[in-house]
């Protein structure tokens, strides 16, 4: 990480060591998180499991704030603000994964998820100012070809299930665009002027509050699953991959930018797809292999391509 794209300086030696643990942090756990995912499927409505997750999160998170004694007051606009964020990253981002994952494997839902750097990029662009380079657009289209042939298998190994492999896959391009706009809200301007840990626990108090109106709308009163699998897949979820997570990846964020920090999307899903295989009984064919290592090195192509780019001022 050389040229830091977010700030008119390049981060000094200790300055990179200090966002490499939180780089290093965020993609082991999100690694994992996809395939807990798949345990909250089941008895209670995906609704309800995401609005249990980071309710449990928020807590956490107001917990910390104020061990810490991080200011946790904001102004009305930077609650709007926060909103916005919250519902975007905690509500209809999940919403998004969850309903992908009940037609798509987690790993292949990893997979897709490592094109969040396209976005994040295209997004600063357009909000942050940050420039983007063309071979950076190329790398993105040879990510985009793998995924396709990745995905032209599994489709046609679907057979008569081929229809929810789309609605799978369209769920989660709807999750990565709204990740992705909650991402370059972190790199904004307004979100600076707010710590941290006090903007995600606000975010996931609004991103709460906006999962029960929803979940109590769509699937009634709340429901409970008995068996303990659930209840330490939520606690995981909510603490590890939710909690701690975000906060790790949002200091990333604000120190070298959406599309810089987006690069753990490209070492997620070899990780979530190894796990995928083990307890998931995933088969890879030689196109999927392909079409995966395709997507990979394209994004990383992508990444050096952003890496080179001059910097916004």
């Not at 499991?49 to 200011?71: C, E, H, N, Q």
């Not at 395709?294 to 992508?302: D, I, N, P, R």
Request: aromatic residues 12%; positive net charge.
């Amino acid at each position: 990480m050389t040229e830091e794209l977010t700030g008119t300086r390049p981060l000094d030696a200790s300055s990179r060591a200090r966002v490499a643990i939180p780089f290093i942090l965020c993609t082991l756990i999100w690694s994992s998180t996809w395939l807990v995912i798949r345990t909250q499927l089941g008895v209670v409505p995906p609704s309800w499991s995401i609005a249990y997750r980071f309710g449990i999160a928020a807590i956490a998170m107001l917990g910390y704030v104020r061990w810490k004694r991080i200011p946790l007051g904001m102004t009305p606009r930077q609650h709007g603000f926060a909103i916005v964020y919250g519902i975007a990253q905690y509500a209809l981002n999940y919403d998004a994964v969850y309903a992908a994952e009940r037609t798509v494997t987690s790993g292949l839902v990893a997979l897709v998820f490592a094109l969040l750097v396209v976005p994040n990029a295209l997004l600063a662009w357009v909000f942050l100012k940050q420039g983007v380079s063309r071979a950076f657009l190329l790398g993105s289209a040879v990510a985009g070809a793998g995924l396709v042939l990745l995905f032209w298998h599994e489709l046609h190994a679907a057979a008569a299930g081929g229809h929810a492999l789309l609605v799978g896959i369209g769920w989660t391009i709807a999750g990565v665009l709204a990740a992705s706009v909650a991402n370059v809200m972190q790199a904004a301007k307004a979100a600076k002027a707010i710590p941290v840990a006090s903007l995600v626990a606000w975010g996931m108090i609004w991103g709460t509050l906006f999962n029960v109106v929803v979940a109590w709308g769509l699937d009634g009163a709340p429901s409970f699953d008995p068996h303990p699998a659930y209840w330490l897949g939520t606690l995981y979820l909510a603490l590890i991959g939710s909690a701690l997570a975000f906060t790790a990846y949002f200091v990333v964020i604000r120190a070298i930018g959406p599309a810089r920090a987006a690069y753990s999307s490209v070492m997620i899903p070899v990780l979530a797809m190894a796990l995928s295989t083990v307890f998931e009984g995933y088969r890879w064919s030689p196109e999927a292999a392909v079409g995966g290592l395709l997507s990979l090195a394209g994004l990383f192509v992508a990444l050096q391509a952003r890496q080179s780019a001059s910097p916004a001022r």
